[in-house]
């Protein structure tokens, strides 16, 4: 599976790509690694706005919950 062309410049996926939460690895395979990258909405804003969006929003578009950052 080819990886998102932003991976290596993805706040989003620095910042959680070691992470444990399974709801947080299941978005980084099925989006990062998987089918669903250019569905991420982390991509959209990027384009929308010409700057990527907060680290901790999620590639559905809602953010990760406090307790969890
Ligand atoms: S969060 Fe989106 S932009 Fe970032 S690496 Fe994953 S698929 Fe690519």
């Known amino acids: ?3 998102c062309e932003l ?3 993805c ?3 620095q ?3 070691d992470t444990l ?3 947080c690895k299941g978005f980084l395979n099925t989006y990062c690694r998987g089918e669903k990258m250019d569905e991420c909405e982390r991509k959209k804003y990027r384009m929308e ?3 990527p969006p ?3 929003m999620m590639p559905s578009g809602q953010m990760i919950p406090k307790q969890f950052r």
């Open 54 to 56: 907060s680290d901790d």
């Open 21 to 23: 939460d399974m709801a």
């Open 1 to 3: 599976m080819i990886d």
């Open 7 to 9: 991976l290596a410049d």
């Open 11 to 13: 706040g989003f996926f």
């Open 15 to 17: 910042k959680y790509q």
């Open 49 to 51: 706005h010409g700057k």
